[in-house]
């Protein structure tokens, strides 16, 4: 199974902006999707967004679209996650999950599709 670390979580005014990285052990985003995940007090997992591995193809939520933007750097095998215009409803503890299947054009946000997951990383909305 790939290793995924987060990074980058912190406290943020409404309005302001954080960068989220998921460090992944060498050669997964050549195989594998990346996705994003958030998890709330008393809330279920909610896929955020995703990356592919072949093509680069995104997808996000209805929640965070123009918002947020995904992104990935293949020689430093991180993936990004740029929130920006942050509100008290983004707040909970991001993942970085690695997809099941291998190769795929596309991503999905269903937390099923993957099975390789990082320990999380805190973001908090508040004024």
């Known amino acids: 199974q790939s290793q995924l670390v987060e990074s980058g979580g912190g406290l943020v005014q409404p309005g302001g902006s954080l960068r989220l990285s998921c460090a992944a052990s060498?050669?997964?985003?050549?195989?594998?999707?990346i996705g994003w995940f958030r998890q709330a007090p008393g809330k279920e997992r909610e896929g955020v967004s995703c990356?592919?591995?072949?093509?680069?193809?995104?997808k996000f939520a209805d929640s965070v679209k123009g918002r947020f933007t995904i992104s990935k750097d293949i020689a430093k095998s991180t993936v990004y996650l740029q929130m920006n215009s942050l509100k008290a409803e983004d707040t909970g503890v991001y993942y970085c999950?690695?997809?099941?299947?291998?190769?795929?054009?596309?991503?999905?946000?269903?937390?099923?599709?993957?099975?390789?997951w990082g320990q999380g990383t805190q973001v908090t909305v508040s004024s």
């Open positions: 060498s050669g997964t985003l050549d195989y594998y999707a």
């Open positions: 999950a690695a997809s099941r299947q291998v190769l795929s054009r596309s991503c999905g946000l269903p937390a099923h599709e993957y099975n390789s």
């Open positions: 990356i592919s591995s072949r093509l680069g193809s995104t």
